[in-house]
């Protein structure tokens, strides 16, 4: 039976809007052909795959998915569906002088989210089990154009937000680095009261405020206005090298965020001296800026980063989620210095807090080589 809603129908169908290799979704297709792409799963595929990459932004992805999936078929001799045929020569005559393949190019993933059966009971899960975020990002994370991709690291910290939304739920929360806005759609479902996303590049908070929108959520640069609207996701211009105290000033986050944020050993004393003016705000601060600011009502509270109990309340101060993969032991020893160096605690929580696997169907993404840790003052 070919039930789009239930494994492996649902994880054929997520693959491929997730673009994944070509590969994995072949792989995928031959799990539901009991081992061969029959014309049954050929059918599957036109019917509840291809039927929704319409437009250019999914040209270059169809052009290559479609060249495997025929070579596929025809290598054990079956019959190739004609419409196949006919779409691949389509394609490719579009694509014939690579026109639409640039640094610049966007293309259209949706990230879907499958909730378990324990997991239904969650705030975060929706009836359907599952949670679709289409995302417009680039092509190539190698061109170039990193801020518009999505990192494997955001990927984990949004399980882990949609795994545990109790913590994140009410608070206000801050993401450095923000990229493509996952981690903020999925803080803004859980229902985060106050979400502020940054990035340091113009052209990639303009592609956030894209998601955000794709997403029917709302984008402002108020921070009054944004402030009152927990429906309102802030987007921040903030480069790393020019953030001052005082211009972080108006903010006073429960919550950092940062996801493949730890790669570049350039940028660290600046990361870290952000973490730590917003991780040494105090529940004072927070009540000075109400006294002085209309439209402050948050009474800025903050969790532990007590194993036990992360979502326990405390005055002490705010706490930083970070989720990274850690590509050279170095680089990453020199950041926990520059974290010792700047009176912050961190821990890793990976095997404590590991979130349900909610991308089963995603092969590229291969969570045993991230960790998930929490950073907070020891002030």
């Not at 437009?55 to 999936?69: C, T, V, W």
């Not at 919550?255 to 991780?279: E, H, N, W």
């Amino acid at each position: 039976m070919t039930d789009p809603a239930a494994p492996p129908w649902l994880h054929l169908i997520s693959a491929f809007l997730a673009m994944e290799p070509s590969d994995s979704v072949v792989s995928l297709a031959r799990v539901c052909g009991d081992g061969s792409v029959s014309e049954r799963v050929q059918r599957f595929i036109w019917n509840y795959c291809i039927s929704r990459a319409v437009g250019k932004a999914y040209a270059p992805y169809l052009r290559n998915f479609l060249k495997k999936l025929i070579v596929e078929v025809e290598s054990i001799h079956g019959e190739v569906l004609d419409e196949i045929y006919e779409l691949y020569a389509d394609i490719i005559t579009s694509l014939k002088d690579d026109q639409f393949v640039e640094k610049s190019m966007r293309v259209r993933k949706t990230i879907t989210f499958l909730f378990p059966d324990g997991c239904i009971d969650l705030p975060s899960c929706p009836k359907s089990q599952k949670l679709m975020v289409p995302l417009q990002c680039s092509l190539n994370m190698l061109e170039g154009d990193t801020g518009c991709s999505i990192w494997p690291s955001s990927l984990l910290l949004s399980e882990f937000i949609l795994s545990f939304p109790e913590i994140f739920s009410n608070k206000s929360c801050f993401e450095v680095g923000s990229g493509v806005g996952l981690v903020g759609i999925c803080l803004a479902h859980v229902k985060a009261s106050k979400v502020t996303l940054t990035d340091g590049d113009h052209l990639t908070l303009a592609n956030m405020r894209s998601n955000l929108e794709l997403n029917q959520l709302s984008t402002d640069t108020s921070l009054l206005e944004s402030y009152e609207d927990p429906n309102v996701v802030q987007c921040v211009h903030l480069p790393w090298e020019s953030a001052s105290e005082s211009g972080l000033s108006a903010f006073v986050p429960e919550i950092i965020l940062g996801a493949d944020i730890i790669y570049d050993p350039s940028c660290f004393p600046d990361l870290v001296r952000i973490l730590a003016i917003l991780l040494n705000r105090r529940k004072s601060d927070s009540t000075s800026r109400k006294e002085s600011s209309k439209g402050f009502t948050l009474d800025t509270k903050c969790n532990t980063n007590d194993l036990n109990d992360l979502t326990a309340v405390t005055s002490k101060g705010p706490v930083a989620y970070i989720a990274t993969f850690i590509r050279n032991i170095d680089t990453f020893n020199y950041f926990l210095s520059l974290v010792e160096q700047a009176n912050l605690s961190i821990t890793d929580l990976t095997e404590a807090k590991m979130p349900f696997n909610l991308l089963p169907y995603m092969q590229s993404y291969d969570r045993s080589n991230m960790r998930l840790f929490t950073v907070s003052s020891k002030a």
